[in-house]
Each structure stands twice: as C-alpha cells, then as structure tokens.
T-cell receptor
Framework: GAGVSQSPSNKVTEKGKDVELRCDPISGHTALYWYRQSLGQGLEFLIY????????KSGLPSDRFSAERTGGSVSTLTIQRTQQEDSAVYLC?????????????FGPGTRLLVL | AQKITQTQPGMFVQEKEAVTLDCTYDTSDPSYGLFWYKQPSSGEMIFLIY??????QNATEGRYSLNFQKARKSANLVISASQLGDSAMYFCAMSPDTGRRALTFGSGTRLQVQP
C-alpha cells in the first residue's frame, strides 16, 4: 500500500519568503506528526494532529510556523518569513491513532534550504 | 519529560558479524513504547522494531532484536549477521502510550558495515 508522501522533496527559497510543505498520510491513519531534522538540533517534534481534536502545537519554534490538516487527511506546514535557521529536513509521520502500540511511519521528507 | 541518550556517535562492524547499538532513556510516564528507526543516506526514516514497556519478552524482527532492560532503562538494538546495506544512521526513540504520542529521539549512531 501507499506510504506517507511529502512534497516538494526539495525546496530552495530566499530569506523572508513564505513556504508551504505538504504531507499526505497513510490512508486510515488518524494521527499525523511533523518533525524537523537539522544538524544542530537533531530530530525535533513540531506539531501533532489527532482526529478532530485541536492540534498540539507545543513543538513549533516560533509563530512563523503554522500547520493545518484538512478533512482529517492532508496536512500543510507553512513557514512565514523564512530565516536561514529554518533550513532543515521536515519530516511528516502518521500512525493509526489508537491506544497502546502506535508505530509512526515516516515520509521521505522535504529538504528546505533558505538562502 | 522524556530523554533518549545514544552514546555511540559512530560504530564499525565487519560484514556477517553482530553489533549492538546502545540506547538509554529516562521518562516519568508509567507506560511507553521504545522504537528503533534506520535512516539510510536517502534520508527516509524506516521503522525497525518496537518494545512496549510492559512487554515481558524482548522484541525481535528478523535480524533485529531489542535487548530491553527496564530496571536499567536501556533498550539496545542488536543486529545479527550484519550486511553492507545495514550501513546507515540508527535512531532510538520513545513515546508515551497516552496523551501526546510524539516521538523523542536520541542523537543517533552511524553504523558502517565493512566488507
């Protein structure tokens, strides 16, 4: 079956521009996560969506970052007024969203470079 | 709060030999899951193995096994009969079984399998 997909795979932008990153989770998965992987910070949690509940935004590094999930499926992570320190790989993961054992499956990531 | 520690930045192993990648953790959650992911140079995070905190037996998945010692708070990954394709970054991670299920990752171990 299809895994988690992300687009674009690579994005180069200029400082100050806005970018949108897209994630398409595994069909039937109600939980969706965004993570960021950078050389200096390792893998960091950004935001978590579970079904129709309000998202957990506790990992977002600043108010320039926002995310939404439409129809309980596709999610978009938006970074406004990008800064060079936003350069990283942005990983999306999804899981069934139940109790107990919950394995998260990751997409291939979007490599963002802010010049 | 949860914390994962991987003390081996890099490891070498000869092809066909076994290797152990270390992982220790700290958490105040009473119930949690421990995970290992593999990240090859392509960048995708590949799920390898899961261990629940209340599982009585150590998890195994093919050539992967998890040496879980709850009292020591360790969850070491053992790869048997190493193959050249095992060369990658390996991340230990954990998440609570309830509430925000976001993964907390360690800093990773880069494994190089030598012919």
């Amino acid at each position: 079956g299809a895994g988690v997909s992300q687009s674009p795979s690579n994005k180069v932008t200029e400082k100050g521009k806005d970018v949108e990153l897209r994630c398409d989770p595994i069909s039937g998965h109600t939980a969706l996560y965004w993570y960021r992987q950078s050389l200096g910070q390792g893998l960091e949690f950004l935001i978590y969506f579970q079904g129709n509940s309000a998202p957990d935004k506790s990992g977002l590094p600043s108010d320039r970052f926002s995310a939404e999930r439409t129809g309980g499926s596709v999610s978009t992570l938006t970074i406004q007024r990008t800064q060079q320190e936003d350069s990283a790989v942005y990983l999306c993961a999804s899981s069934l969203g139940g109790q107990g054992k919950e394995t998260q499956y990751f997409g291939p990531g979007t490599r963002l470079l802010v010049l | 709060a949860q914390k994962i520690t991987q003390t081996q930045p890099g490891m070498f192993v000869q092809e066909k030999e076994a290797v152990t990648l270390d992982c220790t953790y700290d958490t105040s959650d009473p119930s949690y899951g421990l995970f290992w992911y593999k990240q090859p140079s392509s960048g995708e995070m590949i799920f390898l193995i899961y261990q629940g905190s209340y599982d009585q037996q150590n998890a195994t998945e093919g050539r992967y096994s998890l040496n879980f010692q709850k009292a020591r708070k360790s969850a070491n990954l053992v790869i048997s009969a190493s193959q050249l394709g095992d060369s990658a970054m390996y991340f230990c991670a954990m998440s609570p079984d309830t509430g925000r299920r976001a993964l907390t990752f360690g800093s990773g171990t880069r494994l190089q399998v030598q012919p």
